[in-house]
């Protein structure tokens, strides 16, 4: 279709209006709610739009032709999910149908009211407010009752695709002054943990934007998410910034829990690499080469230290023993 070009709306051809709504951008969200036999149910829309703060009014829209429209034509309460762009998966389990769409989704308990999926950017739990009949949908409105939300960036949809908002999450970033990136050297075993960006040539250690507002326990929560881990971080090891980069660098020492390390995204890597393994070839920038090179050799000596970089070069801080927890610390 011509960009120029009126076209008449027709019944007959609803596919190139539907393509031209689909130009208008949108986040994804998973609506759900129990059915009255208790089972969760729940589907992927894109209709979500927030309607009113006062009172905290949201809708979607729900297709007349959806399995589950007389679930939600019912229910009292429903959470609307926003999902991160590591629920890509998810989002495309939510749009099928016949399946068990819960089957190894983590629901939180803390909200009983409405299954509401644990890891997701944002879950806004809902009362229903009112049903407007609208032509092929039926549009739900909720008041938000309660609502959560994390860090991440958010699974963009655009002409019927998901769209990665990582590179424009850092753009934004940026742009207000605010580039702080915290990653974490998490040691598992004998090993570190690094992840690969889908297209990325090189490997690189967990990080993500620090947004202001936002605790550095939160920040840190977030990094462990990113490669599917829980642990404990111990003391700041390193602050940089590489050649190139309109951010800096904080990186924080780390440990892992036992477990395997796997990426929230579908097509993130997650892997644990030994020494032996000379990851530091591995990865980009002169400064995280060097860290992992000494993170490497300080865990072999079991001694380490804080860099800071300085104008002569960069500063080493040896840290003697080992972190301890500050009700054990001997002031
Ligand atoms: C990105 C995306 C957005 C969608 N948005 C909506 C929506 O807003 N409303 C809707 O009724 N269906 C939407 N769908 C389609 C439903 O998710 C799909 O029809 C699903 O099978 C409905 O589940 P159900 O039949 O179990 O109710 C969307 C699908 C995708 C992939």
Not at 126 to 152: F, M, P
Not at 222 to 240: A, E, N, P, T
Not at 276 to 305: C, H, N
Request: glycine residues 10%; negative net charge.
């Amino acid at each position: 279709m011509s960009n120029l070009d009126w076209h008449p709306v027709s019944a007959d051809d609803t596919r190139s209006l539907r393509s031209v709504f689909g130009t208008f951008m949108t986040g994804v969200t998973i609506v759900t709610a129990w059915d009255a036999q208790g089972t969760p149910r729940g589907f992927t829309a894109n209709s979500f739009t927030s309607v009113s703060l006062s009172p905290a009014l949201v809708l979607v829209c729900i297709a007349r032709s959806a399995g589950s429209l007389p679930v939600f034509s019912e229910a009292t309460d429903f959470a609307i999910n926003i999902l991160g762009d590591w629920q890509r998966d998810l989002s495309t389990t939510f749009a099928g149908r016949g399946v068990d769409k819960f089957a190894g989704v983590e629901l939180l308990e803390s909200e009983p009211s409405a299954p509401c999926l644990a890891d997701s950017l944002s879950v806004l739990r809902c009362t229903r407010h009112s049903l407007v009949e609208a032509g092929d949908h039926v549009i739900l409105i909720g008041e938000v009752q309660r609502y959560r939300s994390s860090l991440g960036s958010p699974l963009g949809y655009f002409r019927g695709s998901y769209v990665d908002f990582a590179e424009g999450a850092k753009a934004i970033q940026v742009e207000r002054g605010s580039a702080l990136k915290v990653g974490c050297l998490i040691a598992q075993g004998n090993g570190l943990v690094l992840v690969r960006e889908p297209g990325c040539a090189h490997w690189s250690i967990p990080e993500v934007f620090w947004h202001s507002g936002v605790s550095q326990k939160a920040v840190i929560e977030d990094v462990f998410r990113r490669v599917g881990l829980s642990g404990q971080v111990s003391f700041i090891y390193s602050m940089f910034e590489e050649a190139g980069d309109d951010f800096t660098r904080l990186i924080f020492r780390a440990d892992a829990a036992a477990g395997a390390p796997a990426a929230r995204s579908g097509e993130r890597e997650v892997r644990v690499f030994a020494a032996d393994e000379t990851p530091w070839l591995l990865v980009k920038g002169e400064y995280t080469v060097s860290m992992i090179q000494r993170f490497f050799t300080e865990r072999e000596a079991d001694a380490f230290g804080i860099y800071c970089d300085t104008a002569d070069g960069g500063r080493i801080a040896g840290i003697a023993g080992k972190p301890v927890h500050w009700l054990d610390w001997k002031h």
